[in-house]
Every structure is written in structure tokens, then in C-alpha cells.
Nanobody, 120 residues
Framework: QVQVVESGGGLVQPGGSLRLSCAASGSIFTIKAMGWYRQAPGKQRELVAVAITGSSTNYADSVKGRFTISRDDAKNTVYLQMNSLKPEDTAVYYC??????????????WGQGTQVTVSS
């Protein structure tokens, strides 16, 4: 079994900052990528940022220069530092981990989601 657990959401004023964390645990053989998606009310889930193991990071155009994704591979953890937050960043943020678990095919694992609200 593999578990993915997020933390760090909340309410912040425009221009403020938040840091999200996500830890993967369980029967992990290797992690291929870890990233963040978000879904605002009435909208489809969209990619925010992804960090591919041994490769590059990618960001949605809307967050470039404001958000930074990073990983601590020793802890199987990914972070999303969000600065200069805007009301349009309000959404439920989901952690995604593409994992090859022991005795299982590679698959996508999702966290439960954490609410980020940017409002004055």
C-alpha cells in the first residue's frame, strides 16, 4: 500500500505566502515524479507544478516566478512554496506521486486535497 498525505493549506491575504507539503509512504520501490495539481470550483483539475526524478521541473504559466516546487527524496516529500498569492490561486490543491510500488505496476497516487483560499 502507498499513502500520499498533504498538509499546509489555509487562508491567506493577497500577496501572502503559503507552503504545502506532501509525503509519500508505504511499499515504495521508486518514485518517478511528484507534483501538485489544483481544482477551483466549476473548473477542471489543472497541473500546477511537477518535479520529475532526475530531470527537470515544470510549472503552469500562471504560477511561474511565484511558485517553487522542491523535493526531499530522503523523505519522499515534495513541497510547494507559493509566494505573491492571488485570489485566482484559490483552489483545492492535490498532491500527485507517480510511484512504482513493490510488486505493482507504476501508478498515480493522489492525496486527499488541501484547501488554499486567497482573500482579503
Amino acid at each position: 500500500q502507498v499513502q500520499v498525505v498533504e498538509s499546509g493549506g489555509g487562508l491567506v491575504q493577497p500577496g501572502g505566502s503559503l507552503r504545502l507539503s506532501c509525503a509519500a509512504s508505504g511499499s515504495i520501490f521508486t518514485i518517478k515524479a511528484m507534483g501538485w495539481y489544483r481544482q477551483a470550483p466549476g473548473k477542471q483539475r489543472e497541473l500546477v507544478a511537477v518535479a520529475i526524478t532526475g530531470s527537470s521541473t515544470n510549472y503552469a504559466d500562471s504560477v511561474k516566478g511565484r511558485f517553487t516546487i522542491s523535493r526531499d527524496d530522503a523523505k519522499n516529500t515534495v513541497y510547494l512554496q507559493m509566494n505573491s498569492l492571488k485570489p485566482e490561486d484559490t483552489a483545492v490543491y492535490y498532491c500527485n506521486a507517480r510511484i512504482k510500488a513493490w510488486y505493482r505496476e507504476e501508478d498515480d497516487y493522489w492525496g486527499q486535497g488541501t484547501q488554499v483560499t486567497v482573500s482579503s
